[in-house]
């Protein structure tokens, strides 16, 4: 059986009508499919300034039909993502999470710190990982989800502030060939390249959409496109571990 995923990344939700509506799009979108998805994963920058009432929106937003797993990105703060989001006790510790659905493992790490933009895997989380790919079945394929891509993309504005040290992970997928493949966010683009000799899916933002070097750099916010629509992945796992990966753009009603 198929295992499809639904990804999206960066709804930078900060109390206005624009990031609210663009989320709204996306997850009305998602719940209307004719198709039961195993899981819609959100990869971090959930909300643009971690505040209380920014959780309380993203929690009423990206409610669905579908089972849902939300990560933080650097724009997150771990107390208030843990009470006001998933309604945990707050802690200061990595977010990391697992779902084990029918025919798959998604291992979900926080690589945020505190207070800086740039990602890192904090050894409290490597291990973490560790145990979670020890603790499945080797025939059981692993996707592995963060927010920060752990190569350059090309992309001088996120490139600076790209995860940080990742040779721990690598050293993971080494010991792992069930890990199929690695998740991410955090650059407002779809990509697509490899990582650790797996394939590194990079999800599109919703907020907005990053301008590649050699796109013209125009206006106030010269590094995005703000007229571009949201859009999503949806990574299609077999069960021999075979990914396929499709993006698609969603309307914004009104935009």
């Known amino acids: 059986m198929t295992v499809v995923i639904a990804h999206l990344s960066d709804t930078h939700l900060d109390g206005g009508p624009r990031s609210a509506e663009r989320t709204r799009a996306v997850l009305r979108y998602l719940d209307g499919l004719p198709y039961d998805l195993d899981l819609v994963l959100v990869t971090g920058d959930v909300a643009d300034h971690a505040t209380p009432e920014e959780y309380a929106q993203a929690r009423e937003l990206l409610a669905s039909r579908h089972p849902v797993l939300i990560g933080p990105g650097n724009h997150d703060g771990r107390a208030a993502f843990r009470r006001h989001l998933l309604g945990l006790p707050e802690s200061s510790a990595p977010v990391d999470q697992v779902h084990r659905g029918e025919g798959f493992v998604l291992a979900l790490c926080d690589s945020s710190v505190p207070g800086r ?23 059981l394929p692993v996707l592995v989800a963060f927010h920060h891509p752990p190569v350059e993309l090309h992309t001088p504005y996120v490139d600076p502030i790209r995860l940080l040290d990742p040779e721990p992970l690598a050293a993971l997928a080494t010991r792992h060939p069930n890990l199929v493949a690695f998740l991410c966010g955090h650059a407002h683009t779809a990509a697509a390249t490899t990582f650790a000799g797996r394939p590194l899916l990079v999800a599109p933002g919703v907020v907005s959409t990053l301008r590649l070097p050699w796109e013209p750099q125009e206006g106030p916010e010269h590094h995005v496109h703000l007229d571009l629509p949201p859009a999503v992945a949806f990574h299609l796992l077999e069960p021999d571990g075979r990914l396929t990966t499709h993006f698609r753009a969603v309307p914004v009603p009104g935009s």
């Open 117 to 139: 933009h740039e990602g890192r895997l904090e050894p409290a989380t490597v291990d973490w990982l560790a145990g979670v790919l020890a603790e499945t079945p080797a025939e």
